[in-house]
C-alpha cells in the first residue's frame, strides 16, 4: 500500500542541525510531488516547502529561506529535509505529505508521513 | 500570503448534531484549490475535502464542502463519536500553502 514512513525522534542543541527522512513504498516514487509541514506542540500546521522527487527542483517558504535544505534519492525513494542553526521555536513535529495526484505541483496532500518529533532543548 | 481565518475557534456540539465550520481566505483561492484535513491527537492529519467540494478517498459522504473566492464551508451532517477532533482548512492554489489556524470540534 501507499505509504510514507519517516525517521525516528531527534533531540538537538540549539545552533545543531537536523537531518529527517521520509521513505515513499508503493507508488511511483518520482511522479507525485512532496511536501514538508510541520506542528509545535498545540499548535496548528506550518508549510515549509516543496520537492519535486523528479529533477530535485525545490521551493522553500521565505520563513525557512537560508536554513532549510529538502533533497531526494530516487535510488531509495527517500526524501529529506535538513533544518539548521536551530532554536527552541523549531521544537515541532515534522510530517512529509504527497500530493494527490501525479505530476501535479498544486494539490492537496493525501498521504502523510507519521511524523517526526524534533525537540531543541540545551 | 494568503491569510485563512478559521471560525468558530472552538465548536461544542453532541453526537447526532449538525456541524458547520468556516474558512475564510484574505484573498481569493485560485481555481478553489481548497482542502480540508481532520486531526486527531497524536496522529497525521487526513484528507476529508479537496478542490473545495470533492470528497477524497473513502470519506463518509456525512462530510461535505462548499463555498467559493473566499469563503468555505465544511459541513459534517450528522455527528458520529470519531468526528469529535481538530479541522484545518488550507488552500494550496498559490505559493505558499497555508493552513487556517483550527476548529476544535468537541463533545457537549
Known amino acids: 500500500q501507499v505509504q510514507l514512513v519517516q525517521s525516528g525522534a531527534e533531540v538537538k542543541k540549539p545552533g545543531a542541525s537536523v537531518k529527517v527522512s521520509c521513505k515513499a513504498s508503493g507508488y511511483t516514487f518520482t511522479s507525485y510531488y512532496m511536501h514538508w509541514v510541520r506542528q509545535a506542540p498545540g499548535q496548528g500546521l506550518e508549510w515549509m516547502g516543496i520537492i519535486n522527487p523528479s529533477g530535485g527542483s525545490t521551493s522553500y517558504a521565505q520563513k525557512f529561506q537560508g536554513r532549510v535544505t529538502m533533497t531526494r534519492d530516487t535510488s531509495t525513494s527517500t526524501v529529506y529535509m535538513e533544518l539548521s542553526s536551530l532554536r527552541s521555536e523549531d521544537t515541532a513535529v515534522y510530517y512529509c505529505a504527497r500530493v494527490r495526484w501525479l505530476l501535479r505541483r498544486f494539490d492537496a496532500f493525501d498521504i502523510w508521513g507519521q511524523g517526526t518529533m524534533v525537540t531543541v532543548s540545551s | ?108
Open chain 2, 1 to 108: 500570503e494568503i491569510v485563512l481565518t478559521q471560525s468558530p475557534g472552538t465548536l461544542s456540539l453532541s453526537p447526532g448534531e449538525r456541524a458547520t465550520l468556516s474558512c475564510r481566505a484574505s484573498q481569493s483561492v485560485s481555481s478553489s484549490y481548497l482542502a480540508w484535513y481532520q486531526q486527531k491527537p497524536g496522529q497525521a492529519p487526513r484528507l476529508l475535502i479537496y478542490g473545495a467540494s470533492s470528497r477524497a478517498t473513502g470519506i463518509p459522504d456525512r462530510f461535505s464542502g462548499s463555498g467559493s473566492g473566499t469563503d468555505f464551508t465544511l459541513t459534517i451532517s450528522r455527528l458520529e463519536p470519531e468526528d469529535f477532533a481538530v479541522y484545518y482548512c488550507q488552500q494550496y492554489g498559490s505559493s505558499p500553502n497555508t493552513f487556517g489556524q483550527g476548529t476544535k470540534l468537541e463533545i457537549k
